[in-house]
C-alpha cells in the first residue's frame, strides 16, 4: 500500500505562496526549504519503506517548525501515517 502524498504536495505549494503570522519568519531558509520539499516529494520512492520514509519527511517538518514557527505542528502531526 503506496501513501498518497497529494495531500503533502498541496501543502507544500501553499507552503510557498502562505504568508505566516510572524514575518520575520520569511528569510531566504524560508523559500528554500519549501523549493527542497516540493522536489523531495517529486522524487519520492515507491516500495515497502515508503510509510517509513514519508513519516521522516513529515517529522522533519515538524523539526524545523519546532525552530521556527510552531503553530501548524499538529496539523503537520496529522499527516503521519500508521505502519505496522
Given at each position: 500500500?503506496s ?5 503533502l ?8 505562496t502562505?504568508a505566516?503570522?510572524d514575518?520575520?519568519?520569511?528569510d531566504?531558509?524560508?523559500?528554500m526549504?519549501?523549493?527542497?520539499l516540493?522536489?523531495q ?10 510509510k517509513?520514509l514519508?513519516?521522516g519527511?513529515v517529522?522533519?517538518?515538524v523539526?524545523?517548525?519546532?525552530n521556527?514557527c ?12 500508521v505502519?505496522?
Open positions: 500500500e501513501v498518497d502524498l497529494s495531500v504536495r498541496g501543502l507544500a505549494v501553499q507552503l510557498s502562505a505566516p503570522t514575518s520575520s519568519v520569511l531566504s531558509n524560508y523559500y526549504l519549501s523549493e527542497l516540493l522536489k516529494l517529486d522524487e519520492f520512492p515507491e516500495g515497502e519503506n515508503q517509513m514519508f513519516n519527511f517529522n522533519a517538518c523539526t524545523c517548525h519546532k521556527t510552531p503553530g501548524p505542528i499538529d496539523k503537520i502531526n496529522a499527516l503521519l501515517v505502519t505496522n
